[in-house]
C-alpha cells in the first residue's frame, strides 16, 4: 500500500485508532513492547480481514533466514527499516542510490550494516 491507502483502509475497517497506536509505536513516538506491538498487528489483520482487505502483515514478524544461510549469518550493508520496531525490509543501494521512504513511519530508510 502507498502512504495514504492504508489509513483509508483502517477507516473502512473501524480500525483507524488501532492504527494510530501501530503507527505511532513504529514511528517511536509511543514505547510500546514488541509483544503488544504484534498482538495489535494481529487484531488489525482481523479488523482488515472481516472488512474485505485480506492480511495486511505476515504471520511471521521476524525476519526468517535464507536458505543456505546456516550456520552464520552474513553481514551486508541495506538500507533499512528507520521505525522504532523495524521491520524486515532491506533495500539495496543499487536499487535505490537515495533512501527510500518508510510509508508507515514517514522517515527515510537508513543506511548501514544488515545481518542476513
Given amino acids: 500500500m502507498s ?63 535464507l536458505p543456505g544461510n546456516s550456520p552464520g549469518r552474513p553481514v551486508v550493508h541495506r538500507w533499512t527499516c528507520p521505525a522504532a520496531h523495524p521491520c524486515e525490509r532491506l533495500a539495496s543501494s543499487e536499487l535505490y542510490p537515495e533512501a527510500p521512504v518508510c510509508a508507515m513511519t514517514g522517515r527515510a530508510f537508513v543506511y548501514g550494516r544488515a545481518r542476513l
Avoid: W, Y
Fill in 3 to 65: 502512504a495514504g491507502d492504508l489509513e483509508e483502509a483502517a477507516r473502512e475497517a473501524n480500525a483507524t485508532e488501532l492504527l494510530g497506536a501501530v503507527l505511532a509505536a513504529l514511528r517511536g513516538d509511543e514505547p510500546m513492547a514488541r509483544s503488544v506491538l504484534e498482538r495489535r498487528l494481529d487484531t488489525l489483520d482481523d479488523r482488515m480481514a472481516t472488512a474485505g482487505f485480506g492480511i495486511v502483515t505476515r504471520a511471521a514478524k521476524g525476519m526468517p533466514t
